[in-house]
């Protein structure tokens, strides 16, 4: 299910642990896994937990604790919007909101070309930078404002 990048990649995460803690390697295995596929099924997140030497369980717990794992197809761009309290207090609700009415969809939904999902999440570490938001993972967007927003989207499409 993996490809031999994949592996050799995880063999690479493996490698700054003990090597009887494979399975400290299960976040970054989780994350190749994800990358490869563009979310973890099941059987994909069964693989992880088979290389790594542990219970498919056990990897379960961590794909379902940790919101930047996907448990189902996404859509081009994932954009995570931060709504705990100190993005709530400075617009973060807002802009929430904001996305939901100009994407047409709601949380946790894709919009019918496919371009984009929308999640709400947890605390991204960056309160002073609020409201923040996240695209597929990897970018830190912060201050969104409307404006902001717009120059956003405008750039993903």
Do not use: H
């Not at 290389?51 to 056990?58: F, N, R, V």
């Not at 081009?76 to 996305?99: H, R």
């Amino acid at each position: 299910m993996l490809t031999p990048e994949s592996l050799k990649r995880i063999d690479r995460e493996i490698a700054k642990y003990p090597a009887d803690q494979k399975q400290s390697a299960v976040m970054a295995a989780l994350a190749i896994a994800q990358e490869q596929q563009g979310w973890l099924s099941s059987d994909a997140i069964e693989c992880v937990a088979g290389y790594l030497g542990m219970a498919p369980i056990a990897a379960y717990e961590v794909a379902t604790f940790y919101n930047m794992y996907d448990l189902k197809p996404v859509g081009k761009y994932k954009l995570s919007v931060c709504t705990n309290l100190p993005c709530m207090l400075t617009g973060g609700v807002d802009a929430g909101e904001y996305l939901k009415q100009k994407l047409g969809i709601g949380f946790n939904e894709t919009t019918p070309d496919g371009l984009i999902t929308l999640k709400e999440s947890e605390c991204m570490g960056a309160c002073g930078d609020a409201p923040v938001m996240i695209v597929n993972n990897r970018r830190m967007c912060s201050w969104m404002n409307p404006e902001q927003i717009d120059k956003l989207l405008a750039e993903l499409k």
